[in-house]
């Protein structure tokens, strides 16, 4: 959610279970489902987007032991706002895990 005034983009982040954290965006194009990473996530002000997996998401490249990890810890990064933390705990998503 963009609570300012202002554009905000959402330019990266880091996290402790992987070594390299991407935005990536879904979308599907004559019924195939394509997914390609993106330099930044616009954020209009007053408007809020939502990482999901079939559309803007992180993905984690380079994962780490997850197999013993329930949760991990990420920093984003954006453009006006500064650096902001967040825990993403595992769930099952149809056959894979992910982290939300
Ligand atoms: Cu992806």
Known sequence: M???NAFERLLGGTSDASNRFELHEM???SSV???RPVAGIEIK???TV???ADGYHVMFVGLK???TRPACHSDTKFREGGQCGRGFH???HGRAD???
Request: net charge positive.
């Open 33 to 35: 489902v394509k997914m």
């Open 65 to 67: 032991s997850l197999r």
């Open 98 to 100: 992910v982290f939300s």
């Open 50 to 52: 939502e990482l999901k």
């Open 2 to 4: 963009n609570n300012g």
């Open 90 to 92: 595992r769930r099952r």
């Open 27 to 29: 979308s599907m194009k």
């Open 45 to 47: 002000p007053g408007h």
